[in-house]
């Protein structure tokens, strides 16, 4: 079984550039969850979907970050424009339905803003 | 809000000796999952174990297991036998039973070391 993909692996861009990422979750995961992982801490949840609906996005900053997950699939994270704070890594994790209690991550992106 | 909180930001163990990672956290619930990952340099977050609050038997898989005290809200993972292959950041996580929509909590992360 396939596990959840991210890309790209890492990103290097200058303070107020656009930056996306994308995650392809486990086939037949109905939930998905972007979370940012800022050095030393551990993750925190961005936004979460239940197929291609949001389920919770309260710690999503949406004056400059941006999610879809259009067919119910896969997923984009969109930064625009991005501030030095927003270096971290970004994880994406799927589950099998929003009550199941696993959920499998991805091996994140990196993202180094200068 | 629920809270994760690991007291230790790094450990260090011997090959093929044991290593407790100690974690609290704070609830108000009666039901709840607790979880321990390990992240690699790799980035990639692998669930080790978890424990589902209702059983009160400690959860174990092979040379890892809990030791979980609800009454102190506490959650501490034990690796027996270590190997170098259990060097990583170890995250404490909690997660709600009640609402099918609540996230992963996690914790600031324990970095063990594993010395040859």
């Known amino acids: 079984e396939a596990g959840v993909a991210q890309s790209p692996r890492y990103k290097i861009i200058e303070k107020r550039q656009s930056v996306a990422f994308w995650c392809n979750p486990i086939?037949?995961?109905?939930?998905l969850y972007w979370y940012q992982q800022i050095l030393g801490q551990g993750p925190k949840l961005l936004i979460q979907?239940?197929?291609?609906?949001?389920?919770?996005d309260s710690q999503l900053p949406k004056d400059r970050f941006s999610a879809e997950r259009l067919k119910g699939v896969d997923s984009t994270l969109k930064i625009q424009p991005a501030k030095l704070e927003d270096s971290a890594v970004y994880l994406c994790?799927?589950?099998?339905?929003?009550?199941?209690?696993?959920?499998?991550f991805g091996a994140g992106t990196r993202l180094s803003v200068l | 809000a629920q809270t994760v909180t690991q007291s230790q930001p790094e450990m260090s163990v011997q090959e093929a000796e044991t290593v407790t990672l100690s974690c609290t956290y704070d609830?108000?619930?009666?039901?709840?999952?607790l979880f321990w990952y390990k992240q690699p340099p790799s980035r990639q977050m692998i669930l080790v174990i978890r424990?589902?609050?209702?059983?009160?038997q400690n959860a174990t898989e092979n040379r890892f297991s809990v030791n979980f005290q609800k009454a102190a809200k506490s959650f501490s993972l034990k690796i027996s036998d270590s190997q170098l292959g259990d060097a990583a950041m170890y995250f404490c996580?909690?997660?709600?039973?009640?609402?099918?929509?609540?996230?992963?909590?996690f914790g600031k992360g324990t970095r063990l070391s594993v010395i040859a």
């Open positions: 994790a799927s589950s099998y339905t929003t009550g199941s209690s696993i959920q499998y």
């Open positions: 086939s037949g995961h109905a939930t």
């Open positions: 979907f239940q197929n291609n609906g949001v389920v919770d």
């Open positions: 996580a909690y997660r709600s039973i009640n609402s099918g929509n609540t996230p992963l909590v």
């Open positions: 424990q589902e609050a209702y059983k009160q």
């Open positions: 609830t108000s619930e009666s039901d709840y999952y």
